[in-house]
């Protein structure tokens, strides 16, 4: 799978996209980005939803995602 598309969640910050991927609307209809790198907010406090703007560092959310892949937020 050399081609497939990586995301990967960082601790206490967005999802990276690497890979060749699109972004579509809610409803499908139309694609938003389509690129090969981007970073999803997860914390939820973006001004550019869907993608990261930083603020994660400014309301220090935190999460962890632990060796068997499971996800530790707010601790
Ligand atoms: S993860 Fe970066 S602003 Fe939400």
């Given at each position: 799978?050399?081609?497939?598309t990586k995301?990967?969640?960082?601790?206490?910050?967005?999802?990276?996209i690497e890979g060749t991927f699109k972004?579509?609307?809610?409803?499908?209809?139309?694609?938003?980005l389509e690129g090969t790198k981007a970073?999803?907010?997860?914390?939820?406090?973006?001004?550019?939803?869907?993608?990261?703007?930083?603020?994660?560092?400014?309301?220090?959310?935190?999460?962890?995602?632990?060796?068997?892949?499971?996800?530790?937020?707010?601790?």
């Amino acid at each position: 799978m050399a081609d497939a598309t990586k995301l990967a969640l960082l601790d206490n910050g967005p999802i990276i996209i690497e890979g060749t991927f699109k972004i579509y609307m809610a409803d499908g209809s139309e694609v938003m980005l389509e690129g090969t790198k981007a970073a999803l907010c997860r914390c939820g406090g973006s001004s550019n939803k869907p993608f990261c703007d930083g603020t994660h560092k400014k309301i220090a959310f935190t999460t962890v995602v632990t060796p068997s892949g499971e996800v530790k937020e707010g601790e």
